[in-house]
């Protein structure tokens, strides 16, 4: 399958995208940020919707949008006495809303919003690709330079302002990875099982390793394989590419369950 | 004179419109240990939480090691922190020594320096052998010496204390308050301490200041214990009679604080 250039990019873009997928979900199963997850995806709908309509690049658009709905849920989720879970199905209902509004306002590009709900990443072009993975440079960079604060604000928030770890940035900036995170996933698997490639290989990765470096490289080993994998079953079986590695990450934790249990 | 560790000196605290903390007012020197008793929602956490600069005063001041207290949270430096708490997540991906490094962390001063400071202090609070252990895998007791640990690898000079031996039996918990008296002996350490129970603070502090939101009495723990200001401030009579104080030989009577007659 590899002779075809298309073919090339799509596991190159399937191997980086399930590399930072499979990096931030370290921190998205840590934290419990699952639901967050689904909440700035869902929101994306409306920046890629919002990107159709005035002709930008719609994952720009859904970037942009994810990473505003980011703070926003981190701003609004920190101020009021609503917890975190509320704030986001407030904020993603919304987005989502706006962007479903927007599609059925315009003419002609439902089409093309189904494609970032599902994914596309054997449509990816040589920029696109070189785009992706400057993204996921820029996630990658974020997430080590403020690795083990993180892991301290995850251990204990209140501690860790104790010893003058600013939580409520690193948060902000968490949330702000994440969504870039969910922009880069939208490609490969698309808006509605990104999901699957933040949270699934950092629970399967939670189940064997007890230790966070061992975790995180196996959910980083899981995430690519997953994403590789599925693309090369979706070519050789002729089934959508997203659905595929979805299902692939999932098999990986029902079989690690099982052999935990035994 | 030695300068104090910590001075509070006219302390309010509201929250939320409300007055919890009222005129706080006292010294604690290097080489101390001081005992915070008070009721169920006297503000004994609050206060610790005042030293530790993440709450704001409505009036008076907070000086921690000849700073004011908020300007020393934003470094971080200067206190070591025993939170109140159960239990540590129990599938934290950390091993013991782990834990204990991320209280050196917003220190930056390298890997190995934080490495060796770690090993230190797991040495000094009796559990070197535990480094390479999940911290969540651990006894009650272990944690509670990790967070001990954690505390004296980020300051040599003053540990602030909450609720430390919630969820201790007996023995662990005259054990634990035996290795504080015993470090503070051998650094010279200031220690603050809350805790609801009375009789196991009074035998292990120096001197102990009860509050309900404004400071009742302070002295010496025999004389705090004994007198009427402490059944008012809980509003209850004691009955003691297991309430032999062990360590004191020296009798000095206890203050009841008056911030009128000032």
């Known amino acids: ?262 | 004179m030695t300068e104090a560790v910590v001075r509070i000196a006219g302390v309010t605290v509201a929250r939320e419109g409300r007055v919890v903390l009222e005129e706080i007012r006292f010294d604690v020197g290097a080489g101390a240990f001081v005992g915070v008793c008070g009721p169920n929602g006297a503000g004994k956490t609050t206060l610790l939480r005042a030293i530790l600069g993440l709450v704001p005063l409505a009036a008076g001041r907070i000086d921690v090691l000849g700073r004011p207290a908020a300007e020393r949270a934003r470094s971080g430096n200067g206190i070591g922190y025993v939170p109140q708490r159960h239990a540590f997540p129990p599938d934290f991906p950390a091993y013991a020594l782990d834990v204990v490094r991320l209280g050196r962390l917003h220190q930056r001063e390298g890997r190995a320096r934080e490495q060796r400071a770690a090993e230190e202090a797991l040495a000094r609070v009796g559990i070197a052998e535990l480094a390479a252990r999940p911290v969540g895998r651990l006894s009650g007791g272990e944690q509670r010496r990790v967070t001990l640990a954690q505390a004296l690898c980020a300051s040599s000079k003053l540990l602030i204390l909450d609720e430390p031996t919630v969820g201790l039996d007996l023995p662990a918990e005259q054990e634990f308050y035996a290795l504080v008296r015993s470090l503070r002996d051998e650094l010279g350490l200031a220690v603050i301490a809350v805790s609801h129970d009375l009789l196991a603070l009074a035998g292990a502090a120096d001197h102990l200041v009860c509050i309900n939101r404004r400071m009742h009495v302070h002295g010496q723990p025999e004389d705090v214990i004994h007198s009427h200001a402490l059944r008012e401030a809980y509003s209850c009579e004691f009955d003691f009679l297991a309430g032999e104080i062990a360590h004191h030989e020296g009798r000095t009577h206890a203050h009841r604080h008056d911030p009128d007659a000032r």
């Not at chain 1, 719609?58 to 701003?75: D, E, K, N, R, T």
């Not at chain 1, 099982?193 to 007890?210: K, N, Q, R, S």
């Open chain 1, 1 to 262: 399958m590899l002779e075809h250039a298309f073919m090339q990019r799509a596991l190159l873009a399937a191997l980086g995208i399930g590399v930072v997928c499979g990096g931030l979900g370290f921190f998205v199963v840590l934290r419990r940020l699952a639901f967050v997850g689904v909440g700035i995806s869902h929101a994306a709908v409306g920046g890629v919707a919002l990107g159709l309509l005035l002709g930008v690049p719609p994952l720009a658009a859904g970037g942009v949008f994810g990473v505003a709905i980011a703070l926003g849920i981190a701003s609004v989720g920190r101020k009021s006495r609503l917890g975190q879970d509320t704030v986001i199905g407030v904020f993603f209902s919304g987005a989502m809303a706006l962007g479903l509004a927007l599609a059925s306002a315009g003419r002609g590009y439902p089409q093309d919003l189904f494609a970032y709900l599902f994914g596309n990443v054997l449509a990816v072009g040589p920029r696109e690709l070189v785009g992706l993975f400057v993204l996921a440079a820029v996630v990658a960079a974020g997430l080590a330079a403020t690795f083990r604060a993180q892991l301290f604000v995850a251990f204990d928030e209140e501690l860790a302002s104790a010893y003058g770890h600013r939580v409520g940035a690193l948060d902000a900036l968490l949330l702000v990875l994440l969504a870039l995170t969910v922009v880069i996933g939208v490609r490969l698997v698309g808006v509605l099982l990104v999901e699957a490639l933040l949270v699934v290989p950092a629970a399967t990765a939670a189940l064997w390793a007890t230790h966070y470096r061992a975790r995180l490289a196996l959910s980083i080993a899981l995430g690519a394989g997953a994403g590789a994998l599925g693309l090369a079953l979706a070519w050789q079986l002729d089934l959508a590419v997203g659905a595929t590695v979805a299902l692939v990450a999932v098999a990986g934790f029902f079989v690690t369950l099982a052999l935990r249990r035994s």
